[in-house]
């Protein structure tokens, strides 16, 4: 069964008959941005194919330039590319999950202890704008709430000003956004915007044995949520990469 499952995970369709809309967006670049949304807001799930042609199309490029996206994402850890059988959105086990759950509450561990008591007033406030945003996604559809809350911790690493800290970041909690879209309960939004405005009150206040009490226990409640779902019917490659070339 699970061996059918993933047959029918891995189908694609005809190439779509028209390029997109917004061709400007064609370059590498924003189709690593636009297909890395597709794939945590779970509209590209895992084990999905990714033809460089399909993709080529659907964005009005070359394969050069979607081979080269693709590349991008698979050293993110969010595709597989093997050869003689192309890519796909990767499935990690739940062995490599954990693995990437533990990397990534260390590293936040150091961006929450880089931060407490040296954010600037702009970065406070772009945080809260931030958690704003997270709210009024709340009850909206659940793949865009886990979506705003990777970005969330995401924004943090990058202020931290460490180029090498908030590239290692952003790929596990990628990762991790990846993860959670074969291995969880639904995402509870409320909890997490809470969650992570007592991270940034913890910061603000200059606390940092605060901000890491706190972060420990949101990444632990994530964690927690991990279950073992069905992958959900695999969707229309085209149709998805129209929508999120516009």
């Known amino acids: 069964m699970a061996k059918a499952r993933s047959q029918a995970s891995a189908e694609i369709v005809p190439l779509p008959s028209r390029?997109?809309?917004?061709?400007?967006?064609?370059?590498?670049?924003?189709?690593?941005?636009?297909?890395?949304?597709?794939?945590?807001?779970?509209?590209?799930?895992?084990?999905?194919?990714?033809?460089?042609?399909?993709?080529?199309?659907?964005?009005?490029?070359?394969?050069?330039?979607?081979?080269?996206?693709?590349?991008?994402?698979?050293?993110?850890?969010?595709?597989?590319?093997?050869?003689?059988?192309?890519?796909?959105?990767?499935?990690?086990?739940?062995?490599?999950?954990?693995?990437?759950?533990?990397?990534?509450?260390?590293?936040?561990?150091?961006?929450?202890?880089?931060?407490?008591?040296?954010?600037?007033?702009?970065?406070?406030?772009?945080?809260?704008?931030h958690a704003a945003e997270e709210e009024r996604a709340a009850g909206d559809r659940e793949p865009r709430s886990v979506r705003l809350a990777t970005e969330f911790h995401v924004l943090l690493a990058e202020m931290t000003g460490s180029e090498t800290l908030a590239r290692y970041v952003a790929e596990v909690s990628w990762r991790c956004g990846l993860t959670l879209t074969l291995y969880s309960r639904p995402h509870s939004a409320e909890c997490g915007v809470n969650e992570h405005r007592e991270i940034i009150a913890a910061l603000a206040a200059g606390d940092a044995a605060m901000a890491v009490a706190v972060m420990d226990r949101h990444l632990h409640g994530v964690v927690s949520r991990a279950l073992i779902d069905p992958p959900a019917k695999a969707s229309d490659l085209a149709e998805i990469l129209r929508r999120y070339s516009d």
């Open 19 to 129: 390029a997109p809309k917004s061709p400007r967006r064609a370059n590498a670049t924003a189709i690593y941005e636009a297909i890395r949304r597709a794939i945590v807001e779970q509209a590209l799930k895992p084990g999905a194919k990714l033809p460089e042609d399909t993709i080529g199309a659907g964005f009005g490029v070359s394969r050069t330039i979607a081979r080269e996206a693709l590349r991008r994402l698979a050293e993110s850890g969010l595709v597989e590319i093997k050869r003689n059988r192309g890519a796909s959105v990767a499935q990690p086990s739940w062995e490599e999950a954990r693995d990437i759950f533990d990397i990534r509450m260390a590293l936040e561990r150091i961006v929450v202890e880089r931060l407490a008591g040296r954010l600037t007033a702009a970065q406070i406030r772009r945080l809260e704008d």
